[in-house]
């Protein structure tokens, strides 16, 4: 079945310092969401990415889709403690209304 | 405006007995509902999906089930739980409609659950 992977599993970073995370899918993928968790919260949509070499900001978080629509990254620039979490991304294999998250990379902010 | 309500929030359960989960969703008609597993400190199992009453699809093999009485309400059971069933459960809707352009899955707040 459809397989997300997401690299780093955890990433400790000092704030002000940079983020990235990376999102791999088995399969081409029609589109690709991202959500964040906040510690024992609920993961909240950020954005969602539909065309081959996408590229989309938020504020300081930028988020790109690959060229072969098959991996994703979140980038975040100058981390600041608000930014802790979870972040995930999310894809829904073509045919079905189910959607796989990715593992997973949790963010700690060090003020 | 939509909202998605999911109780209870907490509970402690010994092995063995009964679990209840409930969801409903309110301001919107026909949405896909779907359950969610998440182990302390790891990532989001789909457990199952529905797109409309009655109708469950089940992804991992287990001791839980789900039902879709009505249109915006969604259960998810046990009738005996397992110490592997302590974790996370988040219930979650998204508009019905599909399409290459996706749609944004909404969660509730999460039933924290501990088997005992």
């Known amino acids: 079945g459809q397989q997300v992977m997401q690299i780093p599993q955890y990433q400790h970073v000092q704030e002000g310092e940079d983020f990235t995370t990376y999102c791999n899918s088995s399969t081409t993928l029609s589109n690709i969401q991202w959500y964040k968790q906040r510690p024992g919260g609920h993961p909240v949509f950020l954005i969602q990415l539909v065309k081959s070499g996408e590229v989309k900001k938020q504020k300081r978080l930028t988020f790109q889709f690959g060229e072969a629509k098959k991996n994703s990254s979140l980038h975040i620039t100058a981390t600041q403690t608000t930014d802790v979490g979870t972040y995930f991304c999310a894809v829904s294999p073509s045919g079905t209304y189910k959607y796989i998250f990715g593992t997973g990379t949790r963010l700690k902010v060090l003020a | 405006s939509q909202t998605i309500h999911q109780w209870p929030a907490t509970l402690v359960q010994p092995v063995g007995s009964p679990l209840s989960l409930e969801c409903t969703v309110e301001?919107?008609?026909?949405?896909?509902l779907y359950w969610y597993r998440q182990a302390a400190g790891r990532g989001l199992q789909l457990l199952f999906y529905s797109v409309g009453i009655g109708q469950i699809s089940s992804e991992v093999p287990q001791n839980l089930s789900a039902s879709r009485p009505q249109d915006r309400q969604f259960i998810l059971s046990s009738k005996k739980l397992l110490l592997s069933d302590s974790g996370f459960y988040l219930c979650?809707?998204?508009?019905?409609?599909?399409?290459?352009?996706?749609?944004?899955?909404?969660f509730g707040e999460g039933s924290w659950l501990t088997v005992v």
């Open positions: 301001g919107t008609s026909n949405p896909n």
């Open positions: 979650a809707w998204c508009p019905r409609w599909s399409g290459v352009s996706g749609n944004t899955i909404y």
